[in-house]
Structures are given as structure tokens and as C-alpha cells.
């Protein structure tokens, strides 16, 4: 079994950064992405960014190129998100999740990823 630990949500103004990291435990040597979404209240999950694990290959929404980062530690099968110049539109909770194979729909299709964590909040005041 996987388990992906989402931590570093919280409270910011817009403008601001914060920084989540997502470090996934059990059998994770089959690896073959982790990414982020987020869910805000009465809207479905959506895609916000994602890595494959052996070619590093990056993936983002539109809504958050440019401002937003994603990198990861291999060794530590940890996947970090950057967040800079948030806005109160980005307040959702964001999910971690990992995916064991490639998947038709793509890295950025929520079917594709096998193990979800629990999702840490993030809240942008304006």
C-alpha cells in the first residue's frame, strides 16, 4: 500500500507564497507520477500540476503556469508545489496523489493516479 502525506497549507494574503510538500510512504518503487489538485467548495477536483518520476516531465494547468512549481526528491519520493503570487481564486484544498503506470487520459486526468492524501487547505484572503 501507498500512502501520500500532504503538509504546508494554511492561511495567506494575496500576493503571497507558500510552499506544500507531499511525501509518500509504503511500496512506492513503481512510481510513475505524483501530482496536485485542488477541490474548492462546490466544484470538482481539477488539475493543478504534475512530474513523471524517471523523466522529470511537468505538467501545468493554465490557471497556475507561471506562478506555480513543482519539483520533486526521488530519493524521498516527496513532490513539492511552490505556490508565488497567489490569488483568492487558488483557496481550495489541494490533494496529493501518486500513479503506478501511464494512464490514456494523461497525467493531468484524475483517473490516472492509484493513492490520494487526505488534502491540506490552502486559504488566500484578499
Known amino acids: 500500500q501507498v500512502q501520500p502525506v500532504e503538509s504546508g497549507g494554511g492561511l495567506v494574503q494575496a500576493g503571497g507564497s507558500l510552499r506544500l510538500s507531499c511525501a509518500a510512504s509504503?511500496?512506492?518503487?513503481?512510481?510513475?507520477?505524483m501530482g496536485w489538485f485542488r477541490q474548492a467548495p462546490g466544484k470538482a477536483r481539477e488539475f493543478v500540476a504534475a512530474?513523471?518520476?524517471?523523466?522529470?516531465?511537468?505538467y501545468y494547468a493554465d490557471s497556475v503556469k507561471g506562478r506555480f512549481s513543482i519539483s520533486r526528491d526521488n530519493g524521498k519520493t516527496t513532490v513539492y508545489l511552490q505556490m508565488n503570487s497567489l490569488k483568492p481564486e487558488d483557496t481550495a484544498v489541494y490533494y496529493c496523489a501518486l500513479a503506478r503506470a501511464r494512464n490514456v487520459g494523461g497525467i493531468g486526468d484524475l483517473r490516472a493516479y492509484d493513492y490520494w492524501g487526505q488534502g491540506t487547505q490552502v486559504t488566500v484572503s484578499s
Open positions: 509504503g511500496r512506492t518503487f513503481s512510481t510513475y507520477a
Open positions: 512530474i513523471t518520476w524517471s523523466g522529470g516531465i511537468i
